[in-house]
């Protein structure tokens, strides 16, 4: 069967955004991506690696880079994956098309409150987007390894279009149409993982740390279902699968922040000069502001907040969060 998306692009030339380009471009299709540094443009174009974001990753030719926006313009659909604090102002400067926009991001933007998808509807009000997120380190996908991943929209033909057309041997999207759920569980589980990252610094034990997963995934379901997402879909990849494979490996970078916190070191001095991104300590404050809000309980995201502002210790922390008062389970 033919597909009507063949010729993508990519916004955004990070870890996963060189990853989904090559996971694309690999068997030879031309794939168009656009990243904010020049290194970055001139190394994918002249060597063919991305030494900043995703240096081990050897990258197929017809992937080509630019840094200019207008280079996107007339593709069959965009794959966005800018981290959210930047994300308004690089969709200000996209091409007006028509063209799917299919977010890869995750995390909530501060003071709007707004989720990427959210984000787009103002800058791009007619243009059709859909969210692809899920348990997906992009070293592992460069590397042609299985995956698998929700690709939500609000429109079913149209996620089932685009999985077909991201689909590859060892890629697996699941079409879904809870796009605020997928959101939910990628921007969630970034905080929790910080949170099962000091744990391990402070060594706290595996009990702290499943306990810590599944009071977690508790936050993250009152959370998303409070805001219309469907209990399915936080269960499956986007939530807890995301939860589970950040939550206990330092290949995240959120995990590896939250195990410097844990060890002592402050926030201030490990996101000091860093050029990656750990997209939950951005999101935290944002979404325990927006759970305080709602009247929403999410202790371990508040946690998590006040660990990165650096106006609580990791004791003081656990202390609070062991000393709340007993609950029944599910309630
Ligand atoms: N790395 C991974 O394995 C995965 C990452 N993600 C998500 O993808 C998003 C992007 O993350 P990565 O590609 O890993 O990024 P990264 O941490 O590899 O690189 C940082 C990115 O931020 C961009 N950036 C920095 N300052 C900027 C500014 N002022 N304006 C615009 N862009 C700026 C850089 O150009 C670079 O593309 C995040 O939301 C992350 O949570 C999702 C799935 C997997
Ligand atoms: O989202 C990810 C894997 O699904 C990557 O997690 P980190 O951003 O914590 O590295």
Redesign the pocket.
Known sequence: MTSDFVRFGVV????????LAQLLAADGAPVRLW???EE?VLAINTQHRNPL??PDAPLAPSLTASSDLADLAGLDALLV????P?LR??LEGLPSDNSPLIF????MEAESFAFPVDIARDAFPARPRAVL?GP????EVAAGLPTAITLAADDLALAEALARALARPHFRPYASTDVIGAEIG?AVK?ILAIACGIVDGARLGLNARAALISRGFAEMTRFGLARGAQAETLAGLAGLGDLVLTCTSSNS?NFALGQGLGRGQSAAELMADR???A?GAFSAPVVAAAARAEGIDMPITDAVAHLVAGDASVADAVQALLSRPLRREGA
């Open positions: 955004g030339g990070g870890a996963w955004g060189t990853a990243a904010r540094e970055v974001f995703l994956v800018v981290p959210v930047y102002a690089v890869c991001s995750k995390g997120s997906t380190f992009a070293h990628g970034n970078r050029r990656t991104v997209e």
